[in-house]
């Protein structure tokens, strides 16, 4: 398995421990992580900022691989995040597009729709409400 595979596999894994820390040490210094439709974050201390903010309410969460395909510094990653937050189960079909570098990521491109995830968590947030 190439070293970018491994440790892109690697940080997958760590989200279920949710430690902002550790995630953002996975990154370069003036790394970036576009969580698309969010804008754009730089550096490994907003970086860990934003892990910690976005992941706040979430319970749990573990991150299945459907497909990833590596070639060189890139990684392209499916999967299916399971995640609970607030009580309510969120599975979040995602791709993630990893451009690496020395051995740390350089820049995380995200995409997801942010209508499935937001209507589960405004389910979880308003039980019983319309929504």
């Known amino acids: 398995m190439a070293d970018n595979e491994k ?8 989200w279920s421990e949710l430690d902002a820390d ?10 970036t992580y576009f969580n698309i439709p ?10 860990r900022q934003f892990i910690a903010n976005f992941t706040r309410p979430w319970e749990s969460t573990n991150w ?16 299916i995040d399971h995640t609970v937050v607030a009580g309510q189960k969120v599975d979040l079909p995602c791709l993630g ?3 690496m570098e ?9 995409y997801f729709d942010l ?5 589960a968590l405004g389910r979880a947030l308003n039980p019983g409400g319309n929504q």
């Open 7 to 14: 440790i892109i596999r690697e940080f997958i894994a760590a």
């Open 22 to 31: 550790n995630l953002a040490d996975y990154f370069a210094d003036d790394g």
């Open 38 to 47: 969010s804008q754009p974050v730089s550096g490994k201390e907003n970086i």
């Open 64 to 79: 299945e691989i459907i497909n990833l395909v590596s070639n060189g510094d890139l990684v392209v990653v499916e999967r």
């Open 97 to 99: 597009i990893f451009e």
């Open 102 to 110: 020395n051995g740390k990521i350089r820049m995380w491109r995200d």
């Open 115 to 119: 209508n499935t995830y937001t209507s």
